[in-house]
């Protein structure tokens, strides 16, 4: 059979109404064909690519039609049921199937936004619906309409790649009274959406999202591993934007991102061996603005120490790491100009600073303590800080000391720094005693070098 026996496939919306319960949508298909010898009917199938549902129809094509071939034929289907906003595909076929011999087509039907459908299908009288949010109660106040129409469902969902329940649908019985339904929720998330729908097969589902532009919950979603040394973040829904690890120097300043640290917010981000220190922090950055929260604030995480007093060694000052855990250190002298971060340079640049090693610490329990002899002409050097940070994870931020008021005479008095969780380098400072290094720290030679203090047990690099 010739695939010119399947002429064209219209097809067009049409409205069905029964007042008082409102109109439906029909999709009307007409079709036009040459008769031949071989075609005994047509078959027209209706596919919803949303459901995947199927419907068809088959017309007979009488014996002595078919005796008059060539012959030119319009060919009327009866209408489909269809639903609002439903993206369709049709297929016409002949009777007895010919291979290649077929015609298809997708179509589009009307949704709410179309002024007669709006007005008269009653799936679109969700969209009537008003509705506010009690933040003090943590609910969403739905006002719902007088309709004569059918019945329908409202909901809390997620809005994912499907919209999953996050709460029981209510039924609101379709009456001449307006009413009011109350829907609980536990957290304003971006992804929490208000979702409405006609109690019949295959109802159109209208979402609205009252939180979509609120990312305040995006810092939620942070978890640090102990064990790994992890810091993860998965957020609650799916974001559009980017994470950054950062360096904040002290309170309100602006938060440095970490070299190779960006990451495009697609789920789940993890960065492996991070160190827990106060000032590094996640940003994350939307077309609303951005975000900083720095999760080790918090007192339960360890954070290590740096302290700088006089070496023993003649001309050198002595900057002494305390952990409460094994690490590695550098220590580097940076020139504080006008521009933020100061331009760094390890010292003594011909033989790069090895990594100071940090014991495990006596039974006591008193911090493990690694050390670092500098010349103090450099370390005293106007607009020059003292650069000190980790070497044996993969993301750090450093401690810093500037502007040290270092004559001769200073050198001599126990010049010493701290740190602790709640405050910021901001420079000099005197710690408690408590958090004074121990002065008596020997170095194992006069010239510059990294070092730990004799202890059983020697830390290694992670």
Request: glycine fraction near 6%.
């Amino acid at each position: 059979m010739p695939r010119s026996v399947l002429g064209s496939l219209a097809l067009s919306t049409a409205m069905k109404c029964s007042p008082p319960d409102g109109c439906s949508l029909l999709l009307r298909v007409n079709a036009s064909l040459a008769l031949h010898e071989s075609l005994q009917g047509l078959e027209v199938c209706s596919t919803s690519l949303d459901t995947q549902e199927t419907q068809c129809q088959t017309v007979q094509v009488s014996r002595a039609s078919r005796q008059q071939a060539g012959r030119q034929l319009q060919v009327r289907f009866d209408c489909f049921e269809v639903a609002v906003a439903q993206t369709l595909y049709v297929t016409l076929r002949t009777v007895p199937h010919f291979c290649g011999v077929q015609l298809g087509q997708q179509y589009h039907m009307e949704d709410c936004r179309e002024e007669d459908v709006g007005k008269n299908v009653p799936d679109c009288f969700a969209e009537k619906l008003s509705y506010w949010v009690d933040r003090s109660r943590k609910v969403i106040l739905v006002q719902v309409p007088e309709s004569g129409g059918p019945d329908y469902y409202v909901r809390l969902c997620l809005k994912r790649f499907t919209c999953e329940d996050a709460g029981a649908p209510v039924r609101v019985t379709g009456n001449r009274v307006s009413r009011r339904v109350s829907l609980p929720y536990s957290q304003e998330l971006s992804c929490l959406c208000l979702e409405v729908w006609s109690a019949t097969p295959d109802a159109v589902r209208i979402q609205t999202c009252p939180f979509k532009n609120v990312t305040e919950s995006l810092p939620d979603a942070i978890h640090y591993h102990p064990g790994s040394q992890a810091l993860s973040w998965e957020p609650a829904c799916p974001v559009r934007g980017r994470v950054s690890l950062c360096w904040q120097p002290g309170p309100g300043a602006h938060c440095l991102e970490l070299k190779h640290s960006g990451r495009p917010a697609r789920g789940r981000v993890q960065y492996p061996l991070v160190d827990t220190q106060p000032q590094l922090c996640l940003k994350f950055s939307t077309s609303l603005g951005f975000q900083v929260r720095c999760p080790f604030k918090q007192p339960r995480f360890p954070a290590w120490k740096m302290a700088v007093q006089p070496s023993p060694a003649p001309g050198h000052l002595r900057v002494a790491f305390f952990s409460s855990s094994p690490a590695r250190f550098q220590v580097c002298l940076c020139h504080q100009g006008k521009t933020w971060p100061p331009a760094c340079r390890r010292l003594l640049q011909a033989t790069p600073v090895p990594a100071a090693s940090v014991s495990q610490g006596d039974s006591a329990g008193d911090p493990a303590v690694a050390f670092v002899d500098i010349p103090g002409d450099e370390a005293c050097a106007p607009s020059t800080c003292i650069q000190g940070r980790r070497t044996d994870v993969q993301f750090s931020v450093p401690q810093q000391l500037c502007g040290l008021q270092c004559g001769t005479a200073a050198c001599q008095a126990p010049l010493s720094m701290g740190f602790s969780r709640p405050g910021y380098w901001s420079g000099l400072s005197f710690p408690s005693p408590g958090d004074r290094p121990d002065p008596g720290i020997e170095p194992r030679s006069p010239a510059l070098q990294v070092d730990s203090l004799p202890s059983a047990t020697q830390g290694t690099a992670a």
